[in-house]
């Protein structure tokens, strides 16, 4: 059974950084493709990045420049690295895995942004 435990929420200023970061286990981590999607309250969960196990990214237009993913699959860890953070990025990240019809996810962690 694969597990996902994300870490790294917080409750930062506008403008502030943090690092999400996802560790898995119970599964062949360098073959999954992992990454990001977030929940803010009232709206539906949306893709903010992704990484392929050939290392291919893609961010959501709303991210792209600020945000950027990352995995070291020796850690079996894929992280979220956000900075420039604005008050609409506040929300619940969750961290997924994907191997062929199989998505795993994790419990979720929160993002708060605001002065």
């Known amino acids: 059974q694969v597990q996902l435990v994300e870490s790294g929420g917080d409750l930062v200023q506008p403008g502030g950084s943090l690092r999400l970061s996802c560790v898995a286990s119970g599964g062949f981590f360098s073959s999954y493709t992992m990454g990001w999607y977030r929940q803010a309250p009232g709206k539906e969960r949306e893709l903010v990045a992704g990484s392929t196990r050939g290392g291919s990214t893609n961010y959501a237009d709303s991210v792209k420049d600020r945000f950027t993913i990352s995995r070291d699959n020796a850690k079996n860890t894929v992280y979220l690295q956000m900075n420039n953070l604005k008050p609409e990025d506040t929300a619940v990240y969750y961290c997924?895995?994907?191997?062929?019809?199989?998505?795993?996810w994790g419990q979720g962690t929160q993002v708060t942004v605001s002065s």
């Open positions: 997924y895995g994907r191997c062929g019809l199989r998505t795993y």
